[in-house]
């Protein structure tokens, strides 16, 4: 399983852009990259995931290097609400399996 | 209307006993997951039901045997209960579809802390 590397924590002042990086130099062809977050006391939720091309939903963008060996998760204007854990996580195309890593640690302050 | 819900939300209990932690979906998904969270944080899969039967099954000690009685529901049953099982247990629930450009996206119930004493 390929991994992923993210730094342990970052911090944010709220309203602001934040971008949170990921690495993932073994990524294979056929690996999505997604990404889930978990807030204090709750399950992880889906936030976005992609295969080659940058993504945006409602909640974020997902900007993918040309080489795919990393990606960075964007959100425009943190909020209060989106201090959490932030796990990058690849998912081989022919499974469901998702292998959580340590994820990064958000803190936004007002 | 919760999506994904758990029973109980919290379970303390003497080592040796044995337990369940109940999960529920109502989002008409046809697979269904338990995930372990320990206590530095480390999330990790445990089990995967698809239309009740299990297809992922992560070197998992043979104590926790999880029982799917229909789609909606995925029950863990955990023997003889040990210290190092404390932890908060989460369900989770995906519609699987293995086409190329799909999320299969999964939805987490809120989780059981299980404290083992």
């Known amino acids: 399983d390929a991994k992923t590397t993210q730094p342990n924590s970052m911090e944010s002042n709220e309203e602001e852009p934040v971008h949170l990086p990921c690495n993932h130099s073994?990524?294979?062809?056929?690996?999505?990259i997604h990404w889930y977050r978990q807030l204090p006391s709750q399950g992880p939720e889906y936030v976005i995931h992609?295969?080659?091309s940058n993504v945006n939903n409602r909640m974020a963008s997902l900007a993918i290097a040309e080489d795919r060996k990393s990606s960075t998760l964007i959100l425009h204007r943190a909020t209060l609400r989106d201090a959490a854990v932030y796990y990058c996580?690849?998912?081989?195309?022919?499974?469901?399996?998702?292998?959580f890593g340590t994820g990064t640690r958000l803190q936004v302050f007002p | 209307d919760t999506a994904v819900s758990q029973t109980p939300k919290y379970l303390v209990t003497q080592m040796g006993n044995d337990k369940s932690i109940k999960c529920e979906q109502n989002l008409g998904h046809d697979t269904m997951y338990w995930y372990k969270q320990d206590s530095k944080k480390f999330l990790k899969i445990m089990f995967s039901y698809n239309n009740k039967e299990l297809i992922i099954n992560e070197t998992v000690p043979n104590r926790f045997s999880p029982k799917s009685p229909d789609k909606a529901h995925l029950n863990l049953h955990i023997n003889s209960l040990e210290l190092g099982d404390s932890a908060v247990y989460f369900c989770?629930?995906?519609?699987?579809?293995?086409?190329?450009?799909?999320?299969?996206?999964?939805?987490f119930g809120p989780g059981t802390r299980l404290t083992v004493l």
């Open positions: 073994t990524i294979s062809g056929t690996d999505y």
């Open positions: 992609g295969l080659t």
């Open positions: 989770a629930s995906s519609q699987v579809d293995w086409r190329e450009t799909s999320n299969n996206e999964q939805f």
């Open positions: 996580i690849l998912r081989a195309y022919n499974t469901d399996k998702l292998i």
